[in-house]
Structures are given as structure tokens and as C-alpha cells.
């Protein structure tokens, strides 16, 4: 099983003849992810991997349907190319772009929830089902399949962390980032629903970060309604209140979003909480073995 993508799932790169678009479409067909189709406005006829490009994304679900799509347009653009997917009947979209405008994203968001549809991101490294699909930048030799289950709103901590487990002879089953902007579709809760009626998911890593209060919403869902092991992680440990670190979300306002409010929370919740990421592989596999 699989959450999100699978190997059925049939995705469309929006961007693909721009650098960063053509170069991960070919990671992505690699992989073994069944790329139907790109789009770049003024660029139908070509082809980048093999992948035939159209003009917009109805005239490419019209010739390949697909389910997924995934975002490499610039930031400013981003909105109209995420709409056009969504209306298109793209159900699950991955906005790899960073700083789209605020306005945009909620815009985003809420024509998603109209139509019923999944956004991952925006400022994600997108979602991999491992052995099966990778709609995402992800470097493709540390996702195997196996039991763990892994959500993070960071990415190269995310590939650290599940290099770590792959070391430990321990794969995942699937791997979703959230995204590090303001505002972003999937949250923490979404994803424990669907991990914990996953058969194949034995047990979720949490990867968190400073600001907001999502770990925190986490930490009560998990303890009501998950009933798998739970490994968590919160980085920005040290960061100094008021200073925004790296992500747009990953800033603490007012004494709400704290290191140490997020980690009390997932400790009461039950959740084994890492104080560094190589000490994760440790406790999934003790968790694992407990379940």
C-alpha cells in the first residue's frame, strides 16, 4: 500500500522544459514514476526523456490522463499553473516552488478544498511512495520500501534522517513533505490519518520545526487517534525568538511556535522525541519491535 501516490499513478510536470523541470523529470522517470506528460506554455511538440510537452494542461490530460501533477513554474506564476491543474481534475499537486505570495496560496488552497483535491507544498520536496512513485526532488537512492512511515516539514533534514534509517536496514513506506512556506495544503493531521490506515506503515517519524503550533495539533491527534509508534524530531532548537531561520513558518511570534512547547507536547502524547536525528534510526527500530 501507499498514501498519496502509488505505481499507478500517472503524473504530468508542469515546467518541464525549464532546467530544474527537465533534469528532475528524468530523476523521477528513473525512479520508475509514470511521468505521462508536461506542460510549458508555447513549448507543445517537444520532448524532454521521451515525455511529449502540450501547451497547457488540458490539452495533456486530454491525450494522458493523469491523476498527479507537480509545479517547477516560478514563484509569480505559480498560481495560475496550480488553478489550471485543479481544474484540469488533477487530484494530488505538488508546488515545489518557494514564496509564492500569500494571497496566492490561500487562493491555492481553496479552490483544492473545492475540488476536492490534495496540494503538497508549496516549498516541498514533494512525496515519494518508495519503490513505487516520487513526485518530488528527493535524491532517489535513500527512499526503499519498507515499514516506516515519514512526514517533515524540512527536506535535507528529511533525506538525512531516512539515509539513517535506510542504513539501518529499515525503508519507509511513503515520505511526504509538507512544505516550509506560511501557508501550505497538507499539515501533520492529514497525513497521520492516512499512516495510520496504511497496513503498510508500522510506525511514523515526525520531522517538525520551530514556529506555528502544527506539532502541537500533532501531539493531541496522536494521542486520541493513532495507535502506531510515533519518533519525532523538532529542529530549531536553538533559534532565537522573533528571527525567522530558514523557512517562511519556521519562526517563532510571541512565545507561540517554541522549541520547547512543541517537544512537551509530543512527550505527553506518548511520542519518543529524538534530541538529534542520527539517535531516530535507534528508536524506530525499538518502537518497531514493540509494536
Known sequence: MAIYVNENTRVIVQGITGNQGAFHTGQMLEYGTRVVAGVTPGKKGREIEGVPVYNTVFSAVREHPAEASILFTPAPYAKDAALEALEAGIKTLVLVPEHIPLIDA??????????????IGPNTFGVVSSGKCKAGIMPNRFFVPGPVGVVSRSGTLCYEIVAQLMEKGMGTSTVVGMGGDRVVGLNFIEVLKEFE???????????????????????????????????AYIAGKSAPSGKRMGHAGAIIERGRGSFASKEEALRECGAQVADLPPRIPGLVEQALGQS
Not at 510506525?203 to 501531539?219: F, M
Open 106 to 119: 490561500m487562493e491555492i488552497m481553496a479552490f483544492a478544498r473545492y475540488r476536492g483535491a490534495v496540494v
Open 197 to 231: 490506515e496504511d497496513p503498510q506503515t508500522g510506525a511514523v517519524v515526525l520531522v517538525g520545526e520551530i514556529g506555528g503550533s502544527a506539532e502541537e495539533e500533532a501531539a493531541a491527534f496522536i494521542k486520541e487517534n493513532v495507535t502506531k509508534p510515533v519518533v
